[in-house]
């Protein structure tokens, strides 16, 4: 019995040594950079480790200068953890409560005696997002005053009763750097790099300013139809505590280990700001789950950048993607941690389109439903003449055959329909590939 436990385990040792995680990581990852043009820089831990860090692409394409993993990158909203931590941090000094309310800071403001920290902090104030006002995209190349973007939603109807839903709202994280200034007497940089950002032992982030000379900054681009084009200007005024922060993938590492390690925050503080409020979210981040385990994230978006940092923290796994030309973030952080945790994740390749007999068309026909990492995906596929649809309301989007059974959504889409069939070319599974992921698709109609 003792030599079978032993053959066991040298078995399960082997299985285990099998799974080259930095290799998996890189395959991906390189197809990702080969098909998609991903364009960024990618960090991956597991237990305060350190198994995958790479640059990809472009910091400035003029120049022809790539990405290193010094480059800077402008992070968007996971701005909003280090607002939300610096919030946190005066309230632990005794400056400010959770539960004062807007009108102790801004008098003036409609319903400001309705309106707590507290919801500004998680999304539930009801307060009008700045961001989807029709103005806002004018504004965003414009140095404007805090005074202006505040009268920008002001007077803007409430969206809802605060405290009674939620709606994601840069205006309130807007409020909340002013608050930050008000209370410390600092303004919103200076009091993050000597509080925050300093505390945690970071070296490479700061709040960005449009006149700064940053060294190793990337710059965010945008693919048209014509090629890759600059990202559209943004001034930082406008983003504010909602979204002016750069970083570097290692110091967003070192930041997690910081704040999770309450180096930043006490302990207190931070079970408020990770707790699941309406719809997951704490203050400045989303606590729910992916592939069945907790997990703790946030997206980043903003001229040109997408980014996303999710973190596992019972297996101690962290993930960080920054990107310079609005990839996917989020889909590659899933993926990648979905090859972390030993789910096989198909890598990005390139599709080709071939001709096929338009009679193999009409087995696959039909209304389909999955359940997928993202949710319930329902399906509907016609034919019309030689070729196949998915119809999606009044939208029809051909999809193009690759083989007689598998066929692709699009030549920059991540998502395939595969017919698996039998010897009589009968159809017995249908999965539906999508950011690459398999999920079985059943055919309800």
Known sequence: MLKLFSVFLLLSFATNAQ???????????????????????????????????????????????RNTIESKFRIGSITKQFTAAAILLLADNGKLSVD????????????GDSVTIHMLLNHTSGIKDYATLPNFHSLQPISVSKDSVVALFKNQPYNFRPGTQWSYCNSGYFLLGLIIEKVSGQ?????????????????????????TILVNRAMGYTKTPAGWRNANFASMELPYSAGSIFSTVDDM???NKALFGNKVISAA????MTTPYLNYYGYGLYIDSLLGRKSIRHNGGIAGFF????????????????????????????????IV???AVISPYTHKEIKIDSRELDKYVGKYITTDISGNINIELIKKGDKLFRKAGMSEVE???????????????????????????????????????????????
Do not use: C
């Not at 480790?49 to 003029?62: D, H, P, S, T, V």
């Not at 004062?100 to 319903?111: G, N």
């Not at 996303?308 to 990839?327: A, K, R, T, W």
């Open 341 to 343: 945790f030993g789910t």
């Open 253 to 255: 590492y070192q930041w």
């Open 19 to 65: 799974k080259n995680y930095p290799l998996l990581l890189d395959k991906y990852m390189q197809g990702q950079e080969n098909v998609y043009e991903f364009s960024g820089n990618v960090l991956v831990t597991q237990k305060g480790k350190i198994i995958y860090r790479k640059a990809f692409g472009f910091a400035n394409r003029e120049w022809n200068i």
């Open 100 to 111: 004062d309310k807007l009108s102790k800071y801004f008098p003036d403001f409609p319903k």
């Open 187 to 211: 303004d919103y940089g200076s009091f993050l790099l000597q509080n925050i950002i300093g505390k945690a032992g970071l070296h490479h982030t700061a709040v960005d300013k449009t006149d």
């Open 399 to 445: 999809i193009f055959p690759e083989s007689n059974t598998k066929f692709f959504f699009g030549p920059r889409t991540d998502t395939q329909i595969n017919f698996i069939v039998d010897a009589n070319s009968t159809v017995v599974r249908t999965e539906l590939i999508r950011n690459g992921f398999v999920s079985e698709l059943k055919k309800i109609q």
């Open 307 to 338: 980014n996303h940092g999710v973190y596992f923290p019972d297996e101690d796994v962290y993930i960080i993607v920054l990107s310079n030309n609005g990839s996917e973030s989020r889909n590659i952080a899933n993926a990648l941690s979905a």
């Open 269 to 272: 503080m931070f079970s408020k």
